[in-house]
């Protein structure tokens, strides 16, 4: 009958098509087979469970320890052992603020919740080591290209097929970063904004080779922190700070003409405008030389967008040191 006749015909049509993906795969060479079929298996991710971050500064050991605090198995890298020694206390430091707050002079409930943290806590100093078992790396290096491009193609080289790579880059594109692996499908942006165990965003940057179980298994892990999750375009900036590094150059600029003082930008700024803080306190915060190596890099890039054109007083500043509250001071002088 008709039923029958269209399942033998479909039949026919799918074996036909197996067929031929199977002789097609055997013409081609030993490489392009190979980066076929990992291709294919890149798309396999399950739950989040093992996580490595690389960079054991403020923000990978704050990503580190809301991965911990939220059950995660966590290994921060770094291969300076005074960076992963400094992490660890951080990540202390901060977890006994939060327990203190909770708990009060319970001295039992505050050493109690450390030790449950901390225990899902290692430290390596090899990143190739370190992601033998994980399910997803979240790098947290220092915002250069080149740096990152280093890393995850080493990474690439000797981590399990189905871990997701991350890159917590605020300026760069994540394509640029992913072109340097061959896992497309499973490369993703996870943008974490400082401090980390306080502020509760995290921006999600797709390519257009990130699948959605990839995007899936990174925002359901987001949220398992406590973040709450936005999806973003790969291009300069992202949401955040493609709104934001504008603002403060433009504040910048504002003092390099003389059209008003450093001061009254920011009064202005926090009581018309309702901000918690003004933009050149920010940028102190944020720090001088992380402004300028973003704005001086989309810039060169986008050349004719006048939004992104340097500050000639901004390049004196950072030239002579003055970095803003890591340096000692930058627009303002910290209070001790």
């Known amino acids: 009958d008709t039923q029958q006749y269209h399942r033998r015909y479909y039949r026919a049509k799918w074996f036909h098509a197996n067929t031929m993906f199977a002789v097609n795969v055997a013409k081609m060479s030993v490489v392009q087979a190979a980066v076929a079929g990992s291709a294919r298996r890149f798309y396999s991710t399950g739950p989040i469970k093992n996580v490595t971050v690389i960079g054991a500064g403020l923000m990978g050991s704050g990503i580190a320890q809301v991965a911990a605090q ?66 997803l790396v979240i790098e947290a290096i220092r915002e250069n290209l080149d740096d990152k491009r280093v890393l995850f193609a080493k990474l690439d080289a000797v981590a399990p097929r189905h871990t997701i790579f991350a890159s917590n880059t605020s300026s760069l594109l994540i394509r640029d970063i992913a072109s340097a692996t061959a896992r497309g499908p499973n490369f993703i942006g996870a943008h974490f904004f400082q401090p980390v165990p306080v502020l509760k965003l995290l921006e999600l940057i797709r390519t257009p080779d990130t699948s959605d179980a990839t995007y899936s298994a990174v925002d359901a892990f987001g949220k398992a922190c406590g973040k709450v999750t936005v999806a973003c375009p790969d291009k300069p900036g992202f949401i955040v700070n493609r709104l934001l590094v504008p603002f403060l150059m433009e504040a910048i600029r504002m003092v390099e003409r003389g059209d008003a003082t450093i001061e009254d930008i920011d009064v202005a700024m926090k009581l018309g405008a309702g901000h918690p803080m003004g933009p050149l306190t920010l940028a102190d915060y944020v720090g001088l030389d992380t402004t300028k190596f973003i704005i001086d890099g989309w810039h060169e890039a986008y050349p004719e967008e006048t939004l992104f054109n340097p500050s000639p007083m901004l390049s004196k500043m950072v030239d002579d040191g003055k970095l803003g509250n890591k340096s000692g001071g930058g627009f303002y002088t910290p209070k001790k």
């Open 70 to 135: 939220s059950g995660h198995k966590v290994t921060m890298v770094d291969m300076n052992e005074a960076a992963v020694t400094n992490g660890i206390k951080g990540i202390n430091k901060s977890l006994s603020r939060v327990l203190k707050k909770k708990h009060g002079d319970d001295v039992a409930a505050i050493d109690a919740g450390l030790a449950a943290v901390m225990d899902n806590v290692t430290t390596s100093m090899s990143p190739e080591d370190a992601v033998g078992e994980a399910d």
